[in-house]
């Protein structure tokens, strides 16, 4: 399965919230702010999470990459069908800013699960080894996987 490695701000998103959401609904979209071409992958996908300031913490299933809309917050039927509660409420409180912030496309998982992992121990999909943490995202390998 293929791989992608990003980061989350716990200041804009708690992966909390994510994990309860999809304990009940079939689908989350979590919107990123970086351009990623989702014709390139053959899903699902892996997207290994990494926290901001730490590692990576999580491991979601991608079962495809949309455009953002914002209808996908304010479009009531479809917004609690696809963001936890809490996202729905910071969103419409502008909590952080979030409003403004220049969101492009939108992971939609279907699962995630906890996966601490050291971040600079993946292995990118050139071969080479993670050294910093994403600013958007990073095609890897699966840990433990060759290509």
Known sequence: M???????KPTLVDVNDAISHLSNHEELYWEVGFPIIGKQFHYPIHGYIHICKGQV??????????????????????????KPIQWLMDWKENKNNIRNYDW????????IESFPFDTYRFQKYDGSIVTWAPRN????????RSK
């Open 2 to 8: 293929e791989a992608i490695l990003f980061s989350a």
């Open 57 to 82: 913490e999580y491991v979601a299933t991608i079962n495809r990459i949309i455009p953002f809309d914002r209808k996908h917050y304010e479009d009531e039927h479809l917004a609690v069908r696809v």
């Open 137 to 144: 995202y990073i095609r890897v390998l699966n840990p433990g």
């Open 104 to 111: 492009k496309y939108e992971l939609v998982m279907t699962r």
